[in-house]
């Protein structure tokens, strides 16, 4: 079963810097598997990045994924307050099914 | 635009189950996987199992295989998931998530329920 590892754990940073957001893998994914999602207090997920790169409908431009392999990022280029939040990466496969990171929490500096 | 509507909270005894509903309005229902993830308070999130409503094929991750079953009920639109023998660390909210697995091969949660807090305690 593949392993996602996401760092770091807690980013601080003031509204308007960049946040760099890491998820590994513990063995190589395809990138179509690989989603990433915004989580606020109190409420469900929301989907921002699916297939490693593609914006979800609706996600603002300052989002951003990329990444293969095992390593995959999520750029923030420009925090706004609303963005502070919880980020989990998703792995999908037919064998295991679907397993989440453990979440990096992006706060206020 | 789908909407997902999950029922209310539980309060359960250790041992006992839990039976929590998920009705999807606003879309096609039956042709869509649906997946139940949980979330302990202050953890984050746990994929259970999930449903094809129109062939009842379900699927389960190994931690929940023995005491999991996913439902659904195409007359009514909704999706049901069973949890047995509750234990106090399946305390949690969960969640049910309609999985997109598009033409392109992606694959992810596009719509989310609003999720249903399940308390297990003595």
């Known amino acids: 079963e593949i392993v996602l590892t996401q760092s770091p754990a807690t980013l601080s940073l003031s509204p308007g810097e960049r946040a760099t957001l890491s998820c590994r893998a513990s063995?190589?994914?395809?990138?179509?598997?690989l989603a990433w999602y915004q989580q606020k207090p109190g409420q469900a997920p929301r989907v921002l990045i699916f297939?490693?790169?593609n914006r979800a409908t609706g996600i603002p431009d300052r989002f951003s994924g990329s990444g293969s392999g095992t390593d995959f990022t999520l750029t923030i280029s420009r925090l706004e307050p609303e963005d502070f939040a919880v980020y989990y990466c998703?792995?999908?496969?037919?064998?295991?099914?679907?397993?989440f990171g453990p979440g990096t929490t992006v706060d206020i500096k | 635009q789908v909407q997902l509507v999950q029922s209310g909270t539980e309060v359960k005894k250790p041992g006992s189950s839990v039976k929590v509903s998920c009705k999807a309005s606003?879309?096609?229902?039956?042709?869509?996987?649906m997946s139940w993830v949980r979330q302990a308070p202050g953890h984050g999130l746990e994929w259970m199992g999930g449903?094809?409503?129109?062939?009842?094929?379900?699927n389960y991750a190994r931690k929940f295989q023995d005491r999991v079953t996913i439902t659904a009920d195409e007359s009514t639109s909704t999706v049901y998931m069973e949890l047995s023998n509750l234990r106090s660390d399946d305390t949690a909210v969960y969640y049910c998530?309609?999985?997109?697995?598009?033409?392109?091969?992606?694959?992810?949660?596009?719509?989310w329920g609003q999720g249903t807090l399940v308390t297990v305690s003595s």
């Open positions: 998530a309609r999985d997109i697995y598009d033409a392109s091969g992606n694959f992810y949660f596009d719509r």
């Open positions: 606003g879309d096609t229902f039956s042709n869509y996987p």
């Open positions: 449903i094809l409503p129109i062939s009842d094929a379900s």
């Open positions: 063995q190589s994914v395809g990138y179509s598997y």
């Open positions: 297939g490693a790169s």
């Open positions: 998703q792995h999908y496969d037919q064998a295991s099914g679907v397993t």
